[in-house]
T-cell receptor, first 110, second 114 residues
Framework: AQRVTQPEKLLSVFKGAPVELKCNYS??????LFWYVQYSRQRLQLLLR??SRESIKGFTADLNKGETSFHLKKPFAQEEDSAMYYC????????????FGKGTKLTVNP | NAGVMQNPRHLVRRRGQEARLRCSPM?????VYWYRQLPEEGLKFMVY????????ESGMPKERFSAEFPKEGPSILRIQQVVRGDSAAYFC????????????FGSGTQLSVL
């Protein structure tokens, strides 16, 4: 069964501090991993996906197949990064439906 | 382009009534996904449709729930004889007809069953 686990429900850091949002997954095949973000009063939107290997708004995420993890990192958090972050997985070659984690609420304090 | 439009934003129904949730995809998008989010939970996949066809309904409850995406008009998620446990946020997401295309989400419909 496909499963995505985000162990932290809440994460609070100070501005300028490094931040890491954890994501672990369970899937027997070759998954595609995503991070979605929802800012206050806005829609859920794609932040980044592992196949793109890009950095968006200073965030990066590396797929570690050995540890089945896809942690989201940013070296210096900004107040505008405060949002709800969801890790998601889809099975390659399938209907591209997403399996979401429960989300982590990140608060960046001034 | 106003993005993916969902209406209504809030829907209140009494137990036993019907709920109809609408999703208008972005222009050029022919694939629609419906997700449900219960409080404190992540989004759970319900159904995937491509114009006039249901491709994957593995996440749909067996009874009372149905979805359609007609040739003309929005996609509709229909819940008959609603119960309190149906109270949730329902999101749709749409994309173009190409592999690995980005998914765009609507703002969701918050269904409250009294």
């Amino acid at each position: 069964a496909q499963r995505v686990t985000q162990p932290e429900k809440l994460l609070s850091v100070f501005k300028g501090a490094p931040v890491e949002l954890k994501c672990n997954y369970s899937y027997s095949g070759s998954p595609e991993l995503f991070w979605y973000v929802q800012y206050s009063r806005q829609r859920l939107q794609l932040l980044l996906r592992h196949i793109s290997r890009e950095s968006i708004k200073g965030f990066t995420a590396d797929l570690n197949k050995g540890e089945t993890s896809f942690h989201l990192k940013k070296p210096f958090a900004q107040e505008e990064d405060s949002a709800m972050y969801y890790c998601a997985l889809s099975a390659q070659g399938g209907s591209e439906k997403l399996v979401f984690g429960k989300g982590t609420k990140l608060t960046v304090n001034p | 382009n106003a993005g993916v439009m969902q209406n209504p934003r809030h829907l209140v129904r009494r137990r036993g009534q019907e709920a109809r949730l609408r999703c208008s995809p972005m222009k050029g998008h022919s694939h629609v996904y419906w997700y449900r989010q219960l409080p404190e939970e992540g989004l759970k996949f319900m159904v995937y449709l491509q114009k006039e066809n249901i491709i994957d309904e593995s996440g749909m409850p067996k009874e009372r729930f149905s979805a359609e995406f007609p040739k003309e008009g929005p996609s509709i998620l229909r819940i008959q004889q609603v119960v309190r446990g149906d109270s949730a946020a329902y999101f749709c997401a749409t994309r173009k007809d190409r592999v690995n295309e980005k998914l765009f989400f609507g703002s969701g419909t918050q269904l409250s069953v009294l």
